[in-house]
């Protein structure tokens, strides 16, 4: 069982940045395919950046070139750096690991960009 932590999310002008982070226990680190999800109010969840196993990773289209999502195998830490951020980057963020159909979740961290 794999049990998962998220930080780092807050209030942030346009323009600016955040880098999130998710503690994971449980579970062997390396073996999951693990990503960010994120749900703004009123919208179905949806996938933001995933890094697999073997370290390839994968961005929405609304987010490349200013998400980056990296891990440290050692720590058991999964990061969500996010730059030239927006208002419709408003959301809850979700930390995500994946294995053999199964999916663990964190409970989520706020970032709303306003002015």
């Known amino acids: 069982q794999v049990q998962l932590v998220e930080s780092g999310g807050g209030l942030v002008q346009p323009g600016g940045s955040l880098r999130l982070s998710c503690a994971a226990s449980?579970?062997?680190?390396?073996?999951?395919?693990k990503g960010w999800y994120r749900q703004a109010p009123g919208k179905q969840r949806e996938l933001v950046a995933v890094i697999s196993s073997g370290g390839s990773t994968n961005y929405a289209d609304s987010v490349k070139g200013r998400f980056t999502i990296s891990r440290d195998n050692a720590k058991k830490m999964v990061y969500l750096q996010m730059n030239s951020l927006k208002p419709e980057d408003t959301a809850v963020y979700y930390c995500n690991f994946q294995r053999y159909g199964f999916n663990y979740w964190g409970q989520g961290t706020q970032v709303t960009v306003s002015s």
């Open positions: 449980g579970g062997i680190f390396s073996t999951y395919a």
